[in-house]
Every structure is written in C-alpha cells, then in structure tokens.
C-alpha cells in the first residue's frame, strides 16, 4: 500500500512539473499585445486550470508528509503566477502612485538622496539599491520588489502561525494555506503600505521569538531592535498597528489581572515599546519637511474631517447599483480570501464555545492568545475604516485587512480541528484540499484586475511610456493638457521631473462636455482663442464599456470618444497603441 502511495506521488509531481513547465512556455512565449481590462483574458482557460491543479496536487501531497516536493511546487505555481504581467509586456503593474514610486527608485539611484515628499522611504530605498546593484531600470525593479515581499509574507506567515500553533497537523495546512494569495492586487504592486503589510508577519514572528527567549538569544535581540528601528520609515498605518500591538502586550506588566495569565502572553518589557517611540520621533526629527509644517500639520487633522473610508466605500458601492448577485461576485472573488475562512474561524469559536474542556488539548496551546489578538486587530481595522481624521483609499483599507495576521493560523485550527486531529483518512484530508483549492482559486481570480471584480487592469505600457516622452519633449509648460480620468502629471514623475515640472491639466465633464447639439469640444470647453491638448489612453476609453460597474454609471458611451475623434475643432499629432494625443486647430 505505502509502494502504491509513493508511486501516486510521484505521477503527481511529475504531472505538477509538466504543467508548470507548459505554463513556463505559454508566459515565455506570449505575444504582448498592449492594454486590454481583463489580463485573465491574455491567456486560454487550460492555462489557469493548470495553476489550480498543481495548487491541489502540492496541497495533497504536503498533508502526506511530503513537504518538501509540495512546497517546491507550490513555490514555482506562485513565482509563475507573479510574472504574469512582467511576461505581458507591461512598463509597471500599477499607475498613479507606483509611477511616483518608479520615479524615486530613479531619483535615489542616481542623487542618493530622496525627495522632501518621500516620508516614508523604507521601500524606496530597497528598489533603488536593487536597481544599482542589478544595475536593472526602475521599473523593472517595480516588478521584483512585489515579488520579494510576496514570499516574504509566506514565509513569515507561515513562521509566525507555525510559533502559535506547533501542532503537526495544523503546520501542514499552514504550508498550504499561506500561499493563498492574500495580498490580492497588491501581490503585483510596489505600494508600501502593501509591502510592509507583507513584512508585519515576519515582524511578529521575531517579536514573539525574542520576548518569548527567556535567554534573550543575541542574534534575535539584534534582528529585533534593527527591525524596529525601521518600522517607522515604512508606513504610518504599520506604525499605528504595532504600536497597539505593544501596548496590549504591555498590559500584563500594567495590569496584572490572573485572568490575564490563560492568555500565554509573552512577557514584553517596556524597553522594546521605547525602541519603537525612538524610532519614530527620529522619524519626525529627521522628516525636516514634516517638522517644518508640523503646526501647520496639526491644526490641519483636528480641524479638517474626512469621509470615513467605511461610508465612502458604501457611497461608491451604491453608486454602482449593483444587484444581488453582483455584489455576491464581488465578495465572493475579491473578499472570499477573508470571508470563507471567517466562516471556519466563527464555526471554531462555536465549537469551543460548547466544548470548553477541549481547549486544554495540546493542539489548543495558543488558541487564547490568538483570539485575543484577532479582536485586538479587528478593532483596528474598524478604526481605520470607521475614524474621519486619517482616511487612505479605499481599497488599500479593504484589500490589507490586518486580521489576516491571526486569521492564517485560526484558520489552519479551524480546519485541522474536526478534519484531521482525530483521522487522517483520504476522506478527510481530501475533503481539506478542496477547502483550500476553493478559497485558493476565488483568491486568484480576484488577484488581478478585471471586469470580474468591477475592476480595470492598470497596468502601464511602453507604448504609453513612449507617448507621453514624446509629448512633453513636444509641448511647453503653460498648455492646456485636457484628459477624461488618467492622472497623467504622474508621468512627469517617472522621467524624474516631479516637482520640477507641472501639467496645466483639466478633466472633462461627462461625456467630454457634448450634448444633442452639434457643438465642438473646443466651444463647449475653452474659449475660442485657447490652444490646448488632448491625451487619451485606452484604460480611459475602455473602463466605461468593460466594466459594468461603471458602464451603469454612464459618464462616457464608446459614442462619445467616436465624436471626440471626428470633432473638427481638433486634430489628431499622435497615434500608436494605447495612447492618442490630439490638438486644437487654430482659430
């Protein structure tokens, strides 16, 4: 029976392999073909199935014992999946702000210095010394830092989950379960706050390892303090999050409550939270331009009052006015990485709940703890997503949802609880298998922008790039630039020109300001004597007819960019893929 066994994992892995390389193949091979909204569209279906089932395989062969061939397949299924937008041809995987950010890996690599704007440069600083040491282009760099931080977050997740729960069968399905890919979008973007959501885990793995050495071992006491010294040149919200962290483990030091004792804290002492207080006053210290407006900072947050992200995604959401199944789509694809595994997490509790003694088992060692520390970064979540003072979009609010950190492991006790603690038959850990290829795949078809999940794909093109170079070489300062939504001046930013050069930019009202009457745009819009620019970019044209969300908003119909390209008050100087760049005629 165990040659039987052997002989299904081998035809397994080889199976894993051959379609890994195949995939390999078909993202050596694929034909950039520009923009398009939906990158899933880029590639036959055969080619993602070929991902869930390797994720399967690996997920069957890790719960046998075979960690070692599983976690090496399920490392390659995660690499290859990352390259996708890299293989397509694409400048960067994200615009707006990671254009800024290209723009200072430039300006670090070739001044050595970062800009006044830059308050929390952690991130920049890696990609620049990645960019001088490889001696690769900035944005080349873009793709390989989400990359690095990606598998940081599996590894870390997985250390940290395995310090919580070191019961045998509950670090297999950690293995499996952190790669599920829980960053969503930001697994392909190099945003800080994202990267450094991705770092947190390794942060609090070594936290808990270096309180919980009662030795105090050098080498963690040195990881520690230079990490912490770090933190605050992150990522505010990093900052807040682990400064919450540390006063609820101080609490115990505060408040010795007996009841405090069942939660097997690790004893932190105060010298750990002044690191983090060090840290961050030198921030601010250094950080002239913020102590410059510091006052002026201040007196801004008290007096000024922000949506709160909660209500502004729900003023959004109605907006789209969605129906049911819509919104089941959404959460389904987008969220289904934290709404499934709640749905374990919430059946555990239950089950705990009505079966306390069970508790005292092994395999529930630090369940406490980790409940504790769930609700603890619950809470946060609700604060970031519910204050008025400190608002950021939405979707990074959304998407990086800090529960994830305690949800992992949870998770991995939830499903190792009534599946596998008792038996480990095929049933069973099948059964674990599909629970995890479920959530898996919702989590890769909602890892990328698409119309799936009423999202556009943002990725930047060379053409796009090549467009705009020529554009700003052609036109002078003080023209009118005009666009529907891109926030062009971004590009400035990635030819090393920000706060050097200014776009004087205008956006169009709804449907480029036309209505039943025969008008021209330049009647509707400027005065006759005006001479002004139009740049329009396919992601402007395509996100109101792709993506139904949109589309029933109605701001632009695929008429209305018909009329603006026979509009005689206008003619066309550039036309290439992706990007056409119009001029008003002279009066």
């Known amino acids: 029976m165990k040659t039987d066994k052997n002989q299904i994992f081998l035809f397994l892995s080889t199976v894993c392999f051959i379609l890994l390389i195949r995939n390999a193949l078909l993202l050596k091979f694929i034909e950039p073909v520009g923009y398009i909204a939906d990158i899933y569209s880029a590639f036959p279906f055969n080619f993602y199935l070929g991902f869930i089932f390797c994720y399967f395989a690996s997920s069957l062969l890790i719960l046998y014992g075979k960690k070692i061939i599983g976690a090496s397949i399920l490392c390659l299924n ?40 830059d308050i929390y440069p952690a991130s920049h600083i890696i990609g620049a010394c990645i960019s001088i040491i490889s001696d690769l282009e900035a944005n080349l760099t873009s793709f390989i830092i989400p990359i690095l931080f990606s598998f940081i977050f599996i590894m870390s ?80 919200f990093i900052v807040f999050l682990l400064i919450v962290i540390f006063l609820f483990h101080l609490i115990p030091n505060i408040l010795p409550f007996t009841q405090l004792e069942t939660l ?105 703890y980790l409940m504790t520390l769930y609700a603890i970064l619950l809470f946060i979540q609700f604060i970031l997503l519910i204050n008025p003072l400190i608002s950021h979009q939405p979707d990074r609010i959304m998407s990086l949802n800090f529960v994830l950190y305690a949800q992992v492991p949870l998770f991995a006790l939830a499903i190792c609880v009534p599946f596998l603690k008792k038996s480990k038959s095929i049933y069973n850990i099948s059964l674990v298998c599909l629970i995890l290829v479920s959530i898996w795949t ?113 701001r632009y119909y695929k008429s209305d960019f018909i009329r603006l390209r026979n509009d005689v008050s206008i003619n066309k100087i550039y036309d290439s893929t992706n990007i056409e760049i119009f001029s008003s005629r002279p009066s």
């Not at 800024?100 to 690599?109: C, K």
């Not at 109605?318 to 199944?325: C, E, I, Q, R, V």
């Open 78 to 117: 995660h690499l290859e999946i990352l390259l996708i937008p890299y293989m397509l041809g694409y400048y960067s995987m994200g615009r707006a702000d990671d254009m800024s950010y290209i723009g200072e890996y430039l300006q670090i690599a070739n001044s050595g210095h970062f800009a006044s704007w």
């Open 264 to 368: 097997k804290m690790p004893s932190v002492n105060l010298m750990g939270f002044l690191i983090l207080a060090v840290s961050f006053f030198s921030w601010l210290i250094y950080n002239e331009k913020l102590m410059g407006d510091l006052k002026i900072c201040y007196i801004s947050y008290i007096n000024k009052i922000t949506e709160p992200v909660f209500f502004e995604t729900t003023s959004k959401l109605a907006k789209a006015n969605m129906g049911f199944l819509e919104y089941l789509q959404l959460f389904s694809i987008y969220y289904g990485r934290y709404v499934f595994p709640t749905f374990f997490i919430v059946t555990l509790i239950i089950y705990t709940y009505f079966n306390r003694k069970k508790i005292k088992d092994n395999i529930f060692i630090n369940y406490p």
């Open 157 to 236: 997740t997985y250390l940290f989950s395995r310090e919580m729960l070191p019961y045998p069968c509950t670090k297999s399905v950690i293995i499996v379960s952190s790669f599920v890919l829980y960053l969503g979008i930001y697994n392909f973007l190099n945003v800080p706050h994202a990267l450094f959501f991705a770092f947190v885990p390794l942060y609090l793995f070594v936290m808990y390892s270096y309180f919980n050495d009662k030795k105090h071992n050098i080498s963690f006491s040195v990881i520690f303090v230079l990490i912490t010294l770090i933190l605050s040149y992150t990522h505010p």
């Open 442 to 554: 919702f989590s890769f078809f909602g890892c990328l922008d698409s119309p799936r999940v009423f999202r556009t794909n943002v990725a930047l093109t060379y053409n796009e790039i090549e467009g705009m170079e020529w554009f700003y070489g052609l036109k002078n300062d003080d023209a009118i630039v005009c666009v529907p939504l891109s926030q062009i001046n971004r590009f400035h930013d990635i030819f090393g020109e920000k706060g050097t050069k200014k776009d004087s930019l205008n956006y169009f009202s709804d449907h480029f300001g036309y209505s039943n009457n025969s008008s021209n745009i330049k009647e509707i819009n400027f005065k006759l004597d005006t001479n002004f620019y139009i740049v329009l970019l396919t992601i402007d044209e395509l996100l109101y007819q792709e993506v139904s969300s949109y589309a029933k908003v109605g």
